[in-house]
């Protein structure tokens, strides 16, 4: 499978933590997405990094990227209820488009 | 307007329905995507359009069956499906056909289908 892992599968931590979530991958990419998913809703797109690139960040999101790795992470900082949800990384190979198994965050107050 | 338009939002269908869903974007985005959803998995690529031709198409059954009228919609028509097509399904945009070229795809809030 293309799929690549996500780690951990599900994350519980109190408001105001950090929260870090793991993806690996196993072929070359162009370009990786992280995506967040509310209960039975659409997803919404957090961070795209490429492939040339190594960090970015959005608010209290942070997001890097290891292309020898073949691993990326995303770290929410200062952790809030409303961040509860699950969270996918989506990589792009070629044409390909791949979303990760996906780690579910909760957040307790 | 940035947003992907789905509806309907729910559909419960038979198993001898043809039912479709839609998926509506004005965003100028030339790709369009289809995605299967179960519950607890990530969403799995159906359908690819890249300026409303079929680019990709992941050995989806042919009882579903995409089609692009113009650069703004995408529908899906459903028929003859099974208990287990049951799923939520999504539609993205994106601005070009080699995927996202900044700020990543654009989901719909999704269709939730139950077929019985």
């Known amino acids: 499978s293309q799929q690549g892992e996500e780690d951990p599968q599900a994350l519980s931590i109190q408001e105001g933590e950090n929260a870090t979530m793991n993806c690996s991958y196993k072929?070359?990419?162009?370009?990786l997405q992280w995506y967040r998913q509310n209960s039975g809703r659409g997803l919404v797109h957090l961070i795209l990094?490429?492939?040339?690139?190594r960090e970015k960040h959005s608010g209290r999101l942070r997001v890097t990227l290891d292309t020898s790795k073949k691993s990326s992470s995303l770290l929410i900082t200062a952790s809030r209820a409303a961040d509860t949800a699950s969270y996918f990384c989506?990589?792009?190979?070629?044409?390909?488009?791949?979303f990760g198994k996906g780690t579910t965050l909760s957040v307790s107050s | 307007d940035t947003e992907v338009t789905q509806t309907p939002k729910h559909l419960v269908m038979g198993m001898t329905n043809k039912k479709s869903l839609k998926c509506e974007q004005h965003?100028?985005?030339?790709?369009m995507y289809w995605y299967k959803q179960k519950a607890k998995k990530p969403p799995e690529l159906m359908f690819v359009?890249?300026?409303?031709?079929?680019?990709i198409n992941e050995s989806v059954p042919s009882r579903f069956s995409p089609e692009c009228p113009n650069s703004s919609l995408l529908n899906l028509h459903l028929h003859a499906l099974q208990p287990e097509d049951s799923a939520l399904y999504l539609c993205?945009?994106?601005?070009?056909?080699?995927?996202?070229?900044?700020?990543?795809?654009?989901f719909g809030s999704g269709t939730r289908l139950t077929v019985v």
């Open positions: 993205a945009s994106s601005q070009g056909p080699q995927g996202p070229l900044k700020d990543g795809y654009t």
């Open positions: 072929t070359s990419i162009n370009n």
């Open positions: 990094i490429r492939s040339n690139e």
């Open positions: 989506e990589r792009q190979a070629g044409t390909a488009l791949i």
């Open positions: 965003m100028g985005h030339r790709a």
């Open positions: 359009y890249s300026y409303e031709k079929l680019s």
